[in-house]
């Protein structure tokens, strides 16, 4: 598992259409310098329990191995500033 | 989110953007007479034909040989007659293009044209069209200008032809406009005089979403999103029967091995190694691609709804907002609403393409 401190930057349907399933990319910048993250999810509200996570920060942590994007299982808790 | 629409009058059209001549617009032989002098001009200017006569400045020399400038293509990139990247020619932007390709300076006229939008490179064709210089600019388009250029090519020349243009002129151009962005498919339909649009819940749908000579229309890509969405639907009401369901992830993890159990990948795009990479297959833009979009956000929209209506009853992160949240029952229902939000967004963008068929002309 990977953990990570990330602000949401990005919210945009793929433009890549990847996945039928995980239709959004969701773009984070990794808090703790691990630069960006890029996240295919199905929905933004349901990944990140918020209706608008952009520009937020939440604690990532990652069941897979981190990829580009990530399209694996994850959860997000809200980190308050 | 990426808007999809854009007001062209916030975006600053090239024409503006260009700098203006310089000062100094000194061309040709004036310049020449500059730097050379009264003689070297008067030796250009006063050829002599095959008879050579004493005093005429062209004496002793050979009778010049008449010969082509350099064809299209072939641009004499170090040639002084070019402008350097940067610098231009004096007048309006046909002018300088038509004079650079008289010159050979395809990389210097191509560099005037690319840099337009397209609703400025459209016009400025049209005007270059009745030109001389027009036949060898078009020879070059796809190698200078790539697609892109071509494509602008054939809308200025329709346009070019005049008349009322219908559908058996405008589907050729409806195949080749497929790859352009919606602002830029806008402008040249709306170049043409064939700006038709209709607007579904807050997308703007027009010809270029119609069939092509040769490609089809949106149709059967919005029929496939239809088909998916309620294929979806039923996935989702087939996991109430799953007992054991502790959440949301639950759910999920239950419909795509139900997928996976059927052989349906729903990745279309880009492969996962061994090690984890996922291999982007980049492909462009596709025509039915805007629409796809808002029947996504039109699907998030309902997801948002249920987020913020539980974080206003129980308060955002609280133990009884998850609760309620992560319900595999509640999970189940609000991706059934939200398939069920796209079925008849598609389906009134099916009327639209219906209704912008009938609108094409003859
Ligand atoms: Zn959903």
């Not at chain 2, 010809?207 to 490609?215: I, K, L, Q, R």
Request: aromatic share 6%; proline share 7%.
């Amino acid at each position: 598992m990977t953990a990570m401190t990330v602000r949401v930057t990005g919210v945009e349907v793929d433009p890549l259409g990847r996945d039928l399933l995980r239709r959004w990319l969701v773009t984070a910048e990794a808090l703790d310098g691990g630069g960006e993250i890029t996240l295919l999810v199905h929905s933004p509200s349901l990944a990140f329990r918020d209706a608008a996570p952009a520009g937020r920060v939440f604690r990532l942590e990652l069941a897979e191995p981190v990829s580009e994007p990530y399209a694996g299982a994850f959860t997000a808790h809200p980190v308050e500033e | 989110m990426r808007a999809l629409d854009r007001d062209a009058r916030v975006v600053p059209r090239a024409e503006e953007v260009h700098r203006r001549a310089p000062a100094d617009d000194r061309r040709g032989l004036l310049r020449l007479q500059a730097m050379a002098g009264n003689a070297a001009v008067t030796a250009l200017l006063q050829r002599c034909g095959d008879e050579v006569h004493d005093g005429c400045p062209c004496a002793g020399e050979r009778a010049p040989v008449v010969s082509r400038q350099p064809d299209a293509g072939t641009a004499d990139a170090g040639a002084p007659k070019c402008r350097p990247p940067g610098t231009r020619r004096a007048g309006n932007d046909a002018d300088s293009v038509d004079q650079a390709v008289r010159d050979g300076c395809v990389d210097e006229a191509f560099g005037i044209l690319n840099g337009h939008a397209i609703f400025g490179l459209l016009p400025l064709l049209a005007a270059l069209i009745p030109r001389g210089s027009f036949p060898a600019l078009k020879a070059a388009a796809g190698g200078m200008g790539g697609p892109r250029m071509t494509t602008a090519i054939t809308v200025a020349e329709l346009k070019a032809k005049g008349g009322t243009i219908g559908a058996a002129e405008l589907r050729p151009v409806i195949d080749l406009l497929g790859v352009w962005s919606v602002p830029d498919r806008r402008d040249a339909l709306d170049f043409l005089g064939k700006l038709v649009v209709i607007n579904v819940r807050g997308l703007d749908l027009d010809f270029s979403y119609c069939a092509g000579a040769t490609g089809p229309g949106c149709v059967p890509e919005v029929e496939k999103a239809i088909a998916w969405a309620k294929k979806m639907q039923g996935e989702y009401a087939a996991c109430r029967a799953i007992k054991g369901l502790k959440d949301g992830d639950d759910v999920d993890n239950a419909v795509f091995a139900s997928l996976k159990k059927q052989g349906i990948n729903p990745t279309v795009a880009g492969q996962t190694s061994p090690t984890g990479v996922v291999t982007i297959t980049p492909k462009p833009m596709s025509k039915c691609q805007p629409i796809l979009i808002r029947g996504t956000e039109i699907h998030e929209a309902v997801h948002q709804k249920t987020t913020v209506a539980l974080q206003k009853k129980f308060g955002a992160g609280t133990p009884a907002f998850d609760k309620q949240f992560f319900a595999p029952a509640k999970w189940i229902q609000d991706d059934i609403n939200a398939y069920g939000a796209e079925i008849p967004f598609y389906e009134e963008v099916l009327q639209a393409l219906a209704l912008l068929e009938g609108k094409m002309g003859p």
